[in-house]
């Protein structure tokens, strides 16, 4: 079996491609019910945020399991496979932990070292564990990835180094707008950016701050906690009129703020700017809204470089360190896991030769006492714990070789055992 993760992520793929292929949370649970029906895999978990979607999958047919991928991404965004192919990237096997490793810790995100994305990992795991769809090997690789990014974060502090998307996306909103003090803001969403979004407006200062979303009781709920007001999806035209501020942050599939709306707005009598920060993909603010008078717009694309230039101080070389490490330790304990059975049925083997043998010695002298008895029977089971002692010494550390696979073979002929898995899919060289 080989672990695969593929997919497309902002290192790959411009946003206007990577918001065509954008799941929401009820397309991502589709796709991963989709891949669970494929018989080329055998476990699938599928991570979809802002700037990626990947499927990590389990299978002995990595060739097919990506394939139905492709096909899936393909029919969700209608693009042709052939297209969707050209898109994506493709890690196996070690490559593969190490790459969920480094996406855990915030290693590969826009914002270096991010910590939403541990929890967005979380998530997926959680979804897929839910629905049925991991099993051993997924179940061990996310769990011991999630560990990963915890000894990440309280090791290097990474997290509290981090670029916050938010802050510096309402930092580029003060570029534009002037101080936040006393301005009046809209806060569509009520998730977790939603929320962040409220915190950090109350923290700078700004004036009315008020919390939209399509369910009433979770906008009233987060704006109890920050002092700020509630109201219904269906409010927000009038709020465009009176606002300076707007940040979209919702799990839409299609922009929920459109020209329409802004345009009245703008038409009711206001010659305020109002800046809209859009923190989605798929869009929450349709670009063309940047094309009315008085109205400016930050989204995901232009705060790529900001967001890069505030990583500068991620401590990333002792967090790759880190990775790497954890990385090496659960490839050795699965490495190890594929030879436990041969090591348990050498012992037996070399221990059930003992024992038949002394049975037979003590068998054809009766008169032997029971001290001597046990003396023999001691003696026989020493020589042959020591004679497996020292192959099953080898047979761990030759596993955990790219080129043991021939060790483990030859001890297999030895002395029995399970079969050994044979080389294309030999865990020193693909499986984790």
Do not use: W
Request: some cysteine; glycine content about 10%.
């Amino acid at each position: 079996m080989t672990a695969v993760v593929t997919g497309l992520s902002h290192h790959t793929a411009a946003h206007p491609v990577l918001e065509r292929f954008a799941l929401t949370a009820p397309e991502a649970a589709a796709l991963l019910e989709r891949l669970a029906r494929s018989p080329a895999l055998a476990e699938a978990v599928v991570l979809a945020t802002c700037n990626r979607v990947e499927a990590y999958l389990e299978s002995d047919q990595p060739d097919r399991a990506v394939d139905e991928v492709v096909r899936a991404l393909g029919d969700i965004a209608g693009v042709p496979a052939d297209d969707v192919r050209t898109l994506l990237y493709t890690h196996r096997g070690p490559d593969a932990v190490g790459h969920l490793f480094r996406v855990v810790c915030g290693l590969d995100s826009m914002a270096l070292g991010e910590f939403q994305i541990r929890g967005q990992v979380r998530a997926a795991y959680g979804l897929a564990a839910d629905r049925g769809t991991t099993g051993p090997v997924l179940h061990g690789l996310f769990q011991h990835a999630l560990r990963t990014g915890k000894r990440v974060e309280s090791t290097t502090g990474v997290g509290r180094a981090a670029a916050d998307l938010v802050g510096v996306a309402l930092d580029a909103a003060t570029d534009l707008l002037g101080p936040l003090p006393g301005r009046s803001a809209v806060v569509v969403g009520a998730g977790a950016l939603g929320s962040l979004a409220v915190s950090a407006l109350r923290r700078a200062g700004a004036g009315d701050v008020v919390v939209v979303n399509r369910g009433r009781d979770a906008a009233r709920r987060l704006a109890e906690r920050h002092g700020a007001r509630a109201a219904g999806l269906e409010d927000l035209p009038g709020l465009l009129a009176r606002a300076d501020l707007v940040v979209a942050a919702t799990g839409a599939g299609e922009p929920v703020i459109t020209t329409g709306p802004v345009a009245a707005a703008r038409a009711a009598g206001t010659e305020r700017t109002t800046v809209f920060v859009d923190l989605s993909l798929p869009r929450n603010v349709d670009p063309a809204v940047a094309r009315l008078p008085g109205v400016r717009l930050v989204d995901l694309a232009g705060l790529e470089a900001r967001l890069k230039e505030a990583s500068a101080g991620v401590p990333v070389e002792e967090a790759q360190r880190i990775v790497a490490e954890e990385t090496a330790a659960f490839l050795a304990g699965r490495h190890l896991a594929t030879v436990a059975p041969l090591i348990v049925a050498m012992r037996n083997n070399v221990l059930s030769i003992a024992e038949a043998e002394v049975g037979r010695l003590l068998g054809r002298t009766p008169a032997l006492g029971d001290h001597v008895r046990g003396e023999v029977e001691r003696t026989a089971r020493r020589i042959a714990e020591k004679i497996v002692h020292r192959p099953t010494v080898r047979v761990r550390e030759m596993a955990a070789q790219p080129d043991g696979h021939a060790y483990v073979a030859v001890l297999h002929d030895l002395f029995g055992g399970a079969e050994p898995v044979p080389p294309e899919h030999s865990t020193g060289t693909e499986t984790p």
